[in-house]
């Protein structure tokens, strides 16, 4: 195998299909929201091109590669840079600064739900995120009018504005993919649309009612509700009373928060707190025993 095949295959172990044009790149960055103040962490670096661009606009770049050979060449490439930091990490280990930041980074698209967790459930969130993903799937961050509200959209857009900003060229990328891939923006708002002390509890309320598992939304909240209050709030937020939880936009969700926030006892609050975590333990679980289960097959295989 040549070396060009064998960095096709690490490009493909990690789902990343690098980005070819410096001059793209540059345009981007330009038009983008960095100054030199910034500092701004890159995911999955691959072999500089954006690294190299984003040291002529920021103050500091942190690029973090989980692929030991790239990340010895971009250290190797950059050793006179004096503003580029390249660590060999696996960024959903790595710690994320104190200090404020920013994010651009053509991500491996195997794990961008990951990534966007990591980064929007910080405990320091970053100012501005710039993100290469899959059409498809930043669809399902930006929920309507792009797409259905999913459980994702809804616990980003109180925090964050979601957008996307370019439309990539397929042939914009080696290997060349066979999906679309967009920029997808994700700014901080400077004023959240739900306030911070009821953040966990609206964080709670989204989780709990895309996860009881019922035919509609109104049987899902029958112990939150009565059935008098939702048909009202149907009524008042303009929504179906049959309506499944992704038939609701951003707005009628936040009003029904609200609602329940301000006109439900502690007793029926109290049925929904912990859903999130609760929720997030059980991925973890089915994750270990996935892995498990991958690293079972491999030695069978491999035997």
């Known amino acids: 195998m040549d070396r060009h095949s064998q960095n096709l295959r690490k490009s493909v172990i990690y789902s990343q299909n690098f980005t070819v044009n410096p001059l793209l790149v540059a345009n981007l960055i330009k038009h983008s929201s960095f100054s030199k103040e910034d500092v701004v962490y890159e995911v999955g670096p691959g072999t500089g091109i954006i690294t190299a661009e ?26 006179n840079v004096p503003n580029i930091e ?3 990490r696996d960024f959903l280990l790595y710690p994320l600064t104190e200090q404020k ?44 009018p792009n797409a259905k509200e999913t459980q994702l959209s809804l ?9 996307i900003t370019h439309q990539f060229k397929r042939n914009d990328f080696r290997p060349i993919p066979n999906v679309d891939i967009v920029l997808l923006r994700i700014k901080k708002r400077e004023k959240p649309m739900v306030e911070q002390q009821n953040e966990k509890l609206y964080r709670d309320f989204i989780v709990y009612s895309f996860n009881t598992w019922k035919p509609t939304l109104k049987e899902g909240l029958k112990k939150i509700f009565t059935d008098h209050q939702f048909l009202r709030l149907a009524k008042d937020f303009d929504f179906s009373s049959s309506a499944k939880p992704t038939d609701l936009n951003f707005s009628q969700w936040l009003g029904l928060f609200n609602f329940f926030n301000k006109g439900v006892d502690i007793g029926k609050k109290s049925l929904i707190k912990g859903s999130e975590d609760k929720l997030k333990n059980q991925q973890a679980n089915l994750a270990k025993i996935h892995r498990t289960r991958v690293a079972k097959d491999w030695r069978i295989v491999s035997e």
């Open 54 to 79: 984003l040291a002529k606009r920021c103050k500091k770049v942190v690029a973090i590669e989980i692929d030991k050979n790239l990340a010895k060449k971009l250290q190797t490439k950059f050793i």
């Open 86 to 88: 390249v660590h060999e």
């Open 101 to 144: 930041y920013k994010v651009f980074s053509n991500i491996p698209f195997n794990i961008t739900v990951a990534i966007v967790k990591k980064l929007t459930e910080a405990k320091n969130l970053p100012t501005d995120i710039f993100l290469f993903v899959q059409h498809d799937a930043a669809k399902k961050f930006l929920g309507a």
């Open 155 to 163: 616990l980003l857009m109180p925090i964050f504005e979601l957008s």
